[in-house]
């Protein structure tokens, strides 16, 4: 019965605070009349009055003031504040409302193209930078044996660069992924063709490791330096073998 008690007047309490929440409009009429605890709805050039025995729409001529102790749309905020202004800022607004909003609206629309396109100056660039990082990423988890064995030749040689034939096939293609850049547009014609320095790209960089690409752990272990030698790029073969001709050549002309 004790703890029934105590839920009973904790109920009720809720009730009171509740009812007290219960949002209620003031309407103040010119002839000083004053009409309390009413629901007051905007509907043009009358106001539709609600309370909780009657309903009934005032002319808005007759209405001196609405004291508002409900919530309040953006529209109804503006006009009570209106309002409240003196006489004389009260008909320069409404004069000049139409202008003044199409000017701020404008001034909206040019701050919103503006901060559109620092956006898209300056965040675009990264997401395609990020979009070419992941296709480098893709790229290098997926290397054939010849693309591994040419990216050898960086770890073989131990050069950041080195030239290398572009118009070869397997060099083509790691040019193309992202994986290989150029570092310049001019070089010399060999038997593998066009010579151009060549570097890994910083974004395939992060990714190759030695062990990625096959490159034997233990470099003194005879039978681990013979199987990379022999598997080195085709166009090394072939640039040897021109060049040996080449050398031939000279001392038979001798």
Do not use: H
Not at 17 to 39: H, M, R, Y
Not at 108 to 135: C, E, H, M, Q
Not at 164 to 184: A, F, N
Not at 225 to 254: I, N, V
Request: aromatic share 12%; with cysteine; proline share 4%.
């Amino acid at each position: 019965m004790k703890r029934f008690s105590v839920w009973g007047c904790f109920f009720l309490i809720l009730l009171a605070v509740s009812a007290s929440l219960v949002w209620a409009d003031i309407v103040i009429l010119k002839n000083g009349q004053v009409i309390k605890d009413v629901t007051v709805k905007d509907e043009g050039d009358r106001l539709y009055c609600e309370s909780n025995d009657q309903r009934f729409y005032i002319n808005k001529n007759t209405v001196e003031n609405i004291i508002r102790t409900g919530p309040q749309t953006f529209s109804e905020k503006v006009r009570d504040f209106i309002t409240y202004l003196p006489q004389k800022i009260r008909l320069f607004v409404q004069d000049y409302f139409a202008f003044a909003a199409t000017i701020a609206g404008i001034l909206i629309l040019l701050t919103g193209l503006i901060v559109f396109k620092f956006l898209w100056v300056n965040i675009a660039p990264v997401f395609s930078r990020n979009a070419k990082r992941r296709d480098v990423f893709k790229a290098v988890k997926q290397l054939d044996a010849d693309e591994k064995s040419v990216l050898r030749e960086f770890y073989i040689q131990q050069a950041n660069t080195l030239e290398m034939p572009v118009e070869d096939r397997v060099v083509s293609g790691l040019l193309t992924k992202g994986i290989l850049q150029t570092t310049q547009n001019k070089g010399q014609y060999s038997a593998g063709g066009l010579l151009l320095p060549t570097i890994i790209t910083p974004a395939a960089l992060k990714y190759i490791t030695p062990k990625k690409i096959g490159m034997p752990a233990n470099l003194d272990d005879p039978a681990a330096r013979e199987a990379l030698s022999t598997s080195r790029p085709q166009y090394m073969y072939e640039m040897a073998g021109f060049y040996k001709s080449l050398e031939k050549k000279g001392r038979d002309e001798k």
